[in-house]
């Protein structure tokens, strides 16, 4: 999952939602990292969603609807498709509004920058200055999220034109997504309620996606 399902999925408190958006950049075991305990917390909620996510049947089926020319980029596509799809369906899976969430989340954000690595901050403050969570729910920004994701690979890649892939299966892509997301929040809720009541970095083990 890209950005905004992570920080949906994990925002039970600010610390939480900063160790949901770190998950993409740190590295290593979680214990050793010289963070908060709650921040840990989330960048192990995030590992577990990203496990929980790629086995998925829903999502392998999402994979294979991307062509040949853009396969090896499939995961990286799919993830920014379903940020898209749960911004446009945002009312079913949240209580609030998309824009009241993304404006909450942003200020808890920059509140912790002294926790982030300097990369994680620099995304952290183009993503909140350019409202980048909100913006996906646009085909058009969508287009321009994943061209900027091109040019940031270090070699030749087929990821520019990519959001072409979700307009030519917009109706697959999308029933994947649907029949997807109330799986991974009843997982994801499962596992922060677990860590919660644990009071430690304890995890449930990963459920079967196919059960």
């Given at each position: ?16 939602a ?5 998950g ?11 963070l908060p305990?709650?921040v ?11 496990s929980y996510?790629d086995?998925h049947?829903l ?10 020319e ?14 898209h ?20 989340v ?7 920058r ?15 200055e ?7 729910a646009e ?14 690979l ?6 520019p ?24 929040q ?5 596992q ?20």
């Amino acid at each position: 999952m890209n950005f905004l399902a992570h920080l949906l999925l994990g925002s039970q408190s600010p610390e939480q939602a900063l160790g949901s958006m770190l998950g993409d950049f740190v590295k290593g075991p979680v214990h050793q990292l010289d963070l908060p305990e709650s921040v840990r917390e989330g960048i192990v909620l995030h590992r577990r969603i990203d496990s929980y996510t790629d086995a998925h049947p829903l999502v392998l089926q999402s994979k294979a609807r991307v062509s040949a020319e853009r396969r090896r980029f499939a995961g990286i596509l799919v993830d920014m498709f379903y940020d898209h799809l749960l911004a446009r369906h945002w009312s079913r899976f949240a209580d609030r509004q998309l824009e009241d969430f993304t404006r909450d989340v942003y200020q808890q954000l920059r509140a912790q920058r002294e926790w982030m690595p300097e990369r994680a901050w620099t995304v952290v403050h183009y993503m909140s200055e350019q409202d980048w969570l909100s913006s996906y729910a646009e085909l058009a920004h969508l287009h321009r999220a994943v061209d900027n994701m091109a040019r940031r690979l270090r070699r030749e890649n087929a990821l520019p034109g990519g959001v072409a892939e979700l307009e030519a299966a917009y109706d697959g892509f999308e029933a994947d997504f649907l029949a997807f997301m109330p799986e991974l929040q009843r997982y994801a809720e499962a596992q922060a309620a677990a860590l919660t009541s644990a009071g430690s970095l304890v995890i449930l083990p990963s459920s079967n996606p196919s059960a």
